[in-house]
């Protein structure tokens, strides 16, 4: 006995669906190691395998819970990754001792020769070096 045209209709949109659940599976190199991304792919091959077949044995309404199992298998896999094996997006930042030291948080002019009277000042300001001889011309 032939299936209606509507449940043949359903199968092919969930197969669609898992087809477009392939982005995800490829785009978890973002977050998983290449051997994680390799098995989710194996099993959204196996996904798919049992989806052409669910078709083809003439269940297609069957196939509509595959593109929401292959889902939250991803999901699944990409957040227990993340919790037990610390998996993540961002890269790991240095270790304090490997850090480069930190500018200075005014930033500095172009340095400056030393004159006769006074030492080399690096990054002075203008106003800060008419400060200073106006200084220098008060005292005693």
């Known amino acids: 006995m032939s299936r209606p ?7 092919w949109l969930g197969l669609a669906a898992l087809l477009g659940t392939l982005v995800f599976y490829a785009a978890s190199g973002l977050l998983a190691p290449a051997w994680a991304v390799a098995l989710l792919l194996v099993v959204w091959v196996a996904l798919l395998t049992v989806a052409i077949w669910l078709m083809y044995t003439r269940r297609p309404l069957y196939v509509l819970a595959a593109p929401v199992v292959a889902w939250l298998i991803w999901f699944g896999v990409l957040t227990a990754g993340e919790n037990w094996l610390g998996w993540t997006g961002w890269a790991v930042p240095p270790k304090p001792a490997q850090m480069p030291p930190r500018a200075a948080s005014r930033p500095r ?3 400056r ?3 006769p009277g006074r030492p080399a000042d690096r990054g002075a300001s203008p106003q800060a070096d008419t400060t200073s001889r106006r200084a220098a011309k008060l005292r005693p």
């Open 113 to 115: 020769p030393a004159s």
């Open 109 to 111: 002019g172009p340095e």
């Open 5 to 11: 045209w509507w449940q043949w209709a359903l199968g």
